[in-house]
């Protein structure tokens, strides 16, 4: 296949890595151009870890350019960009060239589907509420491949469309999907959000005094226990809206393989196999910038919809905007940019299933 792929970071560099690795074309694109300029120099990716070798992706420096002989689009963008991007894509994106959005944040993938209604386009769109391996940027031409998920949930839109996407996928990736749910479960089901804004919260201080500290390590009993009291409340998000997704401590035995026993007990034992990966040196972090608006604002927009409490939830986010000075709960633009709160439930359960309808 032809992949495009939309980003350059971590898990863009990877997923180009991963398509030429496995006989795939593969094309980049960064919405700025910083992030691919050095491989559109002529450079070649290097790639280690899970798989080794050197690749020569493609470089577009336009989106129209890079997904126009594309069979698919990967789109591998932080969550604060999705709204952006997701609207430009759905003026150039064609009938034929299903889209994959990893991971899924806010039901983001509404906006491309809402931007391909009102052409009259229906583009297949698969989710996942994780990606589909994780990895390390080095440098602006070299990516570390840690490891290729064993387990990963995904869904379609429309829902209809499920088998064909999750061949889709396995053809790229390999037998490893389940389908579940619809693109709301995929966007409860990442819990970056949850994990990431606990550890940065608690760890305020080592951020602003760029200490070096290890994730996993200092993922200590007080620290796992908070986040386990909001992972509780995401998953009863899930079960309000049909969906049964795993818990946080499933997520951890699907990515590495470890015991489903409590969060502190894993956590001790993936510092003890793998070290890091480092925890933020500087408060300005997606940890929080990023899953904090489009995480978990996003889960608390879900729990008054859905008549769900989410108190510890809610509690972190004004905490955070505290710590930060800021209003996080007014900074999702995909929120704001499909009005969900003035939905009822039975109207965003249509859009959930069907999409936007076309003329």
Request: hydrophobic share 50%; net charge neutral.
């Amino acid at each position: 296949m032809h992949v495009a792929i939309l980003g350059t970071g971590n898990i863009g560099l990877a997923i180009a890595a991963h398509c030429c690795h496995h006989k795939h074309q593969a094309t980049l694109w960064s919405p700025s151009g910083a992030g691919a300029a050095a491989l559109a120099s002529g450079q070649p990716l290097r790639y280690a870890g899970a798989i080794e070798g050197v690749a020569m992706p493609r470089v577009a420096h336009d989106l129209r350019a890079a997904i126009g002989n594309a069979d698919l689009v990967f789109v591998a963008l932080p969550a604060n960009a999705h709204a952006g991007v997701l609207r430009q894509l759905g003026q150039c994106l064609n009938d034929v060239q299903p889209v994959i959005i990893s991971a899924l944040s806010s039901v983001s993938a509404l906006v491309l589907d809402r931007e391909l209604a009102a052409r009259g386009v229906r583009a297949r769109i698969a989710a996942f509420g994780s990606t589909p391996l994780t990895a390390r940027r080095v440098s602006e031409t070299e990516v570390r491949v840690l490891t290729l998920r064993t387990a990963l949930d995904m869904a379609a839109l429309p829902v209809d469309q499920g088998p064909a996407a999750q061949a889709l996928c396995s053809a790229l990736f390999g037998e490893r999907f389940r389908l579940n749910g619809d693109i709301l479960a995929m966007s409860l089901a990442n819990v970056n959000p949850i994990a990431h804004s606990a550890l940065a919260v608690c760890n305020i201080t080592r951020m602003e005094h760029a200490e070096q500290w290890s994730q996993y390590h200092y993922m200590t009993p007080y620290v796992a226990r908070l986040i386990e009291a909001m992972d509780a409340e995401r998953v009863a998000l899930a079960a309000a809206a049909g969906t049964r997704l795993g818990t946080i401590h499933a997520h951890f035995h699907n990515s590495f393989d470890v015991p489903q026993t409590d969060l502190a007990t894993i956590a001790a034992e993936l510092h003890r196999r793998r070290g890091g990966p480092p925890g933020p040196t500087h408060p300005q972090h997606r940890f929080v910038l990023e899953d904090l608006p489009f995480g978990l604002v996003f889960f608390a927009a879900m729990g008054k919809i859905l008549n769900v409490p989410t108190p510890v939830t809610c509690a972190m986010i004004a905490i955070a905007g505290a710590l930060y000075g800021r209003a996080f709960e007014q900074e999702n633009d995909v929120l704001q940019t499909l009005a969900l709160d003035a939905l009822s439930w039975p109207a965003l359960q249509g859009l959930l299933r069907a999409g936007y309808p076309r003329a």
